[in-house]
T-cell receptor, first 115, second 114 residues
Framework: GAGVSQSPSNKVTEKGKDVELRCDPI?????LYWYRQSLGQGLEFLIY????????KSGLPSDRFSAERTGGSVSTLTIQRTQQEDSAVYLC?????????????FGPGTRLTVT | DQQVKQNSPSLSVQEGRISILNCDYT??????FLWYKKYPAEGPTFLIS?????DKNEDGRFTVFLNKSAKHLSLHIVPSQPGDSAVYFC?????????????FGEGTQLTVNP
C-alpha cells in the first residue's frame, strides 16, 4: 500500500515569505506527527495529531509555526514570515494510534531552504 | 537537555562482522524504544523496537538489548552487510504521557566495508 507522502519535496523561499508543507499519512492511521531535522542535528519533535486534535504543540519553535489536520487525514504545516533558521528537512510520520506501542512510518520529507 | 544520546557519531565495520550501536537515555518515563535507519534524502525507516518490559528483541540480523537500570540500549547487526551503511537513530517514547512522540538521538553513521 501507499506510504506517507509529503509535498513539495523541495522548497526554496525568501526570508519573510509564508510556506505550507503538506503531509498525506497512511490510510487508516489516526496519529500524525511532524518533526524536523536541521543541518547536523537529530530529529526534533514539532507537533502531533490524534484524529484532528493536536494534544501536544509543545515542540513548535515559535508562534510563526502552525499546523492543522482535516478529516483525520491530510495535514498542513504552515510557517509564516520564514527566517533562515527555519531551513531544515521537515518530516511527517503516521502511526495507527497515538499513545500505543506502534511504530511511526515516515515520509521522505520536505527540504526547506530560506534564502 | 538531550534526553537521548548516541555518543558515537560514526562506526566503521568490516562486512560479515558484528555492528554494535549504542544509545543512552536519561528520562525514566521512557517505556518504548525504537531504532530507525536513514539513507540520504529519504525519511527514516523503522527497524526494530523494544518495550521496557523486555530486555531483548530479535528480528533476523537485528537484535536490540535494553538495560533499564543503566538506561542504555544497543542495536546489534550480525552479520553486517554493505547495504546496512546508513545513519542509525535511536528513539524513545513515554507512551501514555506523550502520545508516543519520539525523542531521537543524534544518530550514528554506520559504514560497512566490503
Amino acid at each position: 500500500g501507499a506510504g506517507v507522502s509529503q509535498s513539495p519535496s523541495n522548497k526554496v523561499t525568501e526570508k519573510g515569505k509564508d510556506v505550507e508543507l503538506r503531509c498525506d499519512p497512511i490510510s487508516g492511521h489516526t496519529a500524525l506527527y511532524w518533526y524536523r531535522q536541521s543541518l547536523g542535528q537529530g530529529l526534533e519533535f514539532l507537533i502531533y495529531f490524534q484524529g484532528n486534535s493536536a494534544p501536544d504543540k509543545s515542540g513548535l519553535p515559535s508562534d510563526r509555526f502552525s499546523a492543522e489536520r482535516t478529516g483525520g487525514s491530510v495535514s498542513t504545516l504552515t510557517i509564516q514570515r520564514t527566517q533562515q533558521e527555519d531551513s531544515a528537512v521537515y518530516l511527517c510520520a503516521s502511526s495507527l494510534q497515538a499513545g500505543g506501542p506502534y511504530e511511526q512510518y515516515f515520509g521522505p520529507g520536505t527540504r526547506l531552504t530560506v534564502t | 537537555d538531550q534526553q537521548v544520546k548516541q555518543n558515537s557519531p560514526s562506526l566503521s565495520v568490516q562486512e560479515g562482522r558484528i555492528s554494535i550501536l549504542n544509545c543512552d537515555y536519561t528520562n525514566s518515563m521512557f517505556d518504548y524504544f525504537l531504532w530507525y535507519k536513514k539513507y540520504p534524502a529519504e525519511g527514516p525507516t523503522f527497524l526494530i523496537s523494544i518495550s521496557s518490559i523486555k530486555d531483548k528483541n530479535e528480528d533476523g540480523r537485528f537484535t536490540v538489548f535494553l538495560n533499564k537500570s543503566a538506561k542504555h540500549l544497543s542495536l546489534h547487526i550480525v552479520p553486517s552487510q554493505p547495504g546496512d551503511s546508513a545513519v542509525y537513530f535511536c528513539a524513545a517514547s513515554a507512551l501514555e504521557t506523550s502520545g508516543s512522540r519520539l525523542t531521537f538521538g543524534e544518530g550514528t553513521q554506520l559504514t560497512v566495508n566490503p
